[in-house]
């Protein structure tokens, strides 16, 4: 839980250390020099798995409150109805976790939108503009080139674009799989 309720900026600095080419932590730990946020082709997977781990404790959290919320009396009677392991967690657990699955999706989609600190620490948008991500073109957009008109078109658009997909996302979620337990 601690990357995810640390600050993103101060990941993103810890980050930059330990990805720096020279006297890095990783770099060390491969025992050859690897340019992992100069190089276009390894930057943006760079940072997309400092953010991957920083949410790791987030969807960790909600899904084990999912899981602890499934009545154990629906898989005994799978076991007893003859299920086995992957049987009873593809037609019991995984069905019981729509919810937890949709809240978790909706919440990561829109996270992931709103990257903007760690990149900024970690990269800057650059190499050649392979991180600028849609947050920090915003940025870029409205404190850098003064054109805020522009930005703020662009995060109307990028709403629009949240709602879409949050709403579409719902929509196949919308099925709820219930057992009533009498």
């Given at each position: 839980m ?56 987030y ?100 709403f ?8 579409a ?14």
């Amino acid at each position: 839980m601690l990357p995810w309720i640390s600050a993103p900026l101060a990941l993103g600095v810890v980050w930059r250390w330990l990805f720096d080419p020279s006297d890095g932590a990783i770099n060390e730990l491969l025992g050859h020099r690897v340019e992992w946020l100069t190089s276009p082709s390894l930057a943006l997977p760079s940072v997309a798995a400092v953010t991957v781990w920083t949410n790791v404790g987030y969807v960790a959290l909600f899904f084990l409150a999912g899981l602890a919320g499934i009545p154990q009396q629906c898989a005994e009677a799978a076991r007893i109805d003859g299920a086995g392991p992957w049987q009873g967690f593809w037609r019991i657990t995984l069905p019981l976790l729509r919810p937890t699955t949709f809240f978790v999706l909706a919440t990561g989609v829109i996270s992931s939108f709103q990257v903007f600190d760690t990149v900024w620490a970690m990269t800057g948008g650059g190499p050649a503009g392979r991180t600028e991500v849609v947050a920090y073109a915003i940025y870029r957009e409205a404190f850098v080139d003064f054109r805020m008109g522009r930005a703020a078109a662009m995060s109307v658009v990028l709403f629009l674009l949240l709602i879409t997909v949050t709403v579409a996302q719902q929509t196949y979620f919308r099925r709820r799989t219930t057992y009533e337990m009498g």
